[in-house]
């Protein structure tokens, strides 16, 4: 796990590195879609116990570093943790419905949220290529759902709680670039994962899902999700933010639907068609339009400011961040 000194992004080097940090974790998280689709337990308990045993691994590498974690950690990343709950619940309610190409190429119209936040809190101008970029992204995206319609895997509610996990894990990300003068990454870690099966426990039994505690073969592969999804994937992503600007971070993920295919394809024998093929490219291709946009982008407030609007922002509160990084 990436150490917590000299977080800020102060070099070029910082930069790259976080680059190469925010490039495994999508790809770790494109995998996860997969190894959920093969793990026989309720969506829901899958949530609860990944988070579960994640958060405790997090918590011994905190304590074994001779730090100890106090309710600060759970007060800061509470916004966070449970936005990422709820978007863990719902997505891996839409990998278990619908088919794991349109959860996430859903989940990769991201970036377009967070663009129109940046404009909103972050004052950043959208320009008209931009917009255009946008609006061709969502065509895709429509193209790839409708074109799976007819497949049995095909779930319409499964498609609406991939959409639901879209806003969800745009707040998480959000605020995990927010919360890096406050805590260090692993310590929004082992918040956010806190609050994740917290959430995820009594939405469980709400929704008569089975919590049984899992069998010896299905907490292996508990254990995979838990090093590939949550080291290799929320780790590192929470460690890059404090070295790349949120933007290229949101933008990163669109080879989370990449990855997800070819191991779908490979894997669990998911068709893809030439129409999909060229609407997922037809997605990556317009967002990259709105990424190479972004050359000359307005000044952003640190993290740590109040989500607020950008010709209010402030830096009151109770806060008392450490070192925020460079806007």
Known sequence: MPSDANESVTSSQS??????????????????????????????????????????????????????????????????????????????TAVKT??????????????????SIATRFFGERVRLREIIAAFVAIAGVVVVITQSSGN??????????????????????????????????????????????????????????????????????????VIIGGLFGHSLMNWSLTRIPL??????????????SLIAWIALDEALTAIQLGAIGLVIVALSVIVTSQRNPTPTPPPTAPLTSSTTDSLSGDAKPTSPPNP
């Open 152 to 225: 049995p895997e095909w779930n319409g509610a499964g498609d609406l709680a991939a959409l639901g996990a879209l806003f969800a894990w745009t707040g998480y990300i959000v605020m995990s670039k927010r919360s890096a003068g406050v805590l260090t990454s692993t310590e929004y870690t082992l918040g956010t994962g806190f609050w994740t099966a917290l959430v995820a426990l009594p939405v469980g039994f709400a929704a008569g899902q089975d919590m049984s505690i899992p069998n010896v073969n299905q907490w292996a592969v508990l254990l995979a999700l």
């Open 98 to 115: 619908t088919t794991i190409v349109n959860a996430t190429t859903i989940g990769a119209l991201q970036p377009i949220i967070v663009l």
């Open 247 to 260: 933007w290229i971070g949101s933008t990163l993920t669109l080879l989370i639907p990449i990855v997800s």
């Open 15 to 92: 930069i790259s590195l976080g680059l190469f940090g925010a490039a495994i974790a999508v790809s770790a998280w494109g995998s996860s879609g997969v190894i959920v689709k093969a793990l026989d337990l309720d969506p829901v308990a899958i949530s609860f116990y990944r988070f579960t045993v994640y958060s405790l691994a997090i918590f011994l590498v905190i304590r074994l570093r001779g730090n100890k974690p106090t309710l600060r950690v759970l007060k800061h990343s509470a916004a966070g943790g449970i936005s990422l709950g709820i978007d863990v619940v719902l997505f891996f």
